[in-house]
């Protein structure tokens, strides 16, 4: 399958059409970004891992029964999908204490919870990706209540699967990310990419912070990191 025009540039990748109008490929970039694109820099090799790490997780999520758009690794940069129109919403699930979370409610990091949480952010960069309620989604018309008790019911399985898998690498997901979206005849699909780009990814011995918190932060050693959790994936799920 061949790229044609290029539809979009976003901060981590660019998306093309294809000869097929269902299928896009998309090229993951090395490009870093954080804080709604105020700080800027670039991760060398990290988009290699997020697109092989995104490719790995989302087919095994298909066997779990959540329907994603991964079709095929193209190479090492460049994944074919299906083509969706994406709901306008970040979806966060959290274990454990971290983040936008311990800033808003004035606690520490690391608080693990009874139970995951699930919130949704309006996805609108002039408006700074904003926290939104569910009715507000549904005054919005972002979404129906039909789409979001199945964008739910996946972000939980999801949860599951994952934290798991990263559970026998060695490795605590403290919260994540993913985006949804909608085939052409409406069938809800998991969409975009999961990576330490969009998770959190701590040492479970150590804490050590293995995702793009080290870049946010300054932590340093940020290449390192990307590549050691991909390594300790590879090497867990072989
Ligand atoms: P951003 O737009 O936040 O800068 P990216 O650089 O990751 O993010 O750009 C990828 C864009 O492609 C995102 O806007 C994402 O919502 C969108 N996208 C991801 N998967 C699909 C898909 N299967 N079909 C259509 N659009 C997609
Ligand atoms: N996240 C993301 N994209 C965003 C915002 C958050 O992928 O635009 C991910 C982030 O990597 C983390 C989780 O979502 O794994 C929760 O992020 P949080 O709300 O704590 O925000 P942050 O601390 O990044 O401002």
Known sequence: MEKLEQLYEGKAKKVFATEDPAL???????????FNGKKK???AGKGIVNNRMSNRLMAHLEKAGVPTHFVRELSERETLVKK?????LEVVVRNVSAGSFARRYGVEEGLPFGEPTVEFSYKNDALDD?????????ALGLATREEMETILRYAKQINGFLRELWASCGVTLVDFKVEFGRLADGTIILADEISPDTCRLWDSATGKKLDKDRFRRDLGG???AYAEIMARLEAADA
Request: hydrophobic letters at 50%.
């Open 130 to 138: 904003p926290l939104i309620a569910l009715p507000h989604v549904f």
């Open 222 to 224: 940020v290449e390192e």
């Open 24 to 34: 896009l490929i998309v090229q993951y970039k090395d490009d870093a970004t954080a």
């Open 84 to 88: 969706v129109r994406i709901v306008p």
């Open 41 to 43: 820099g670039s991760i």
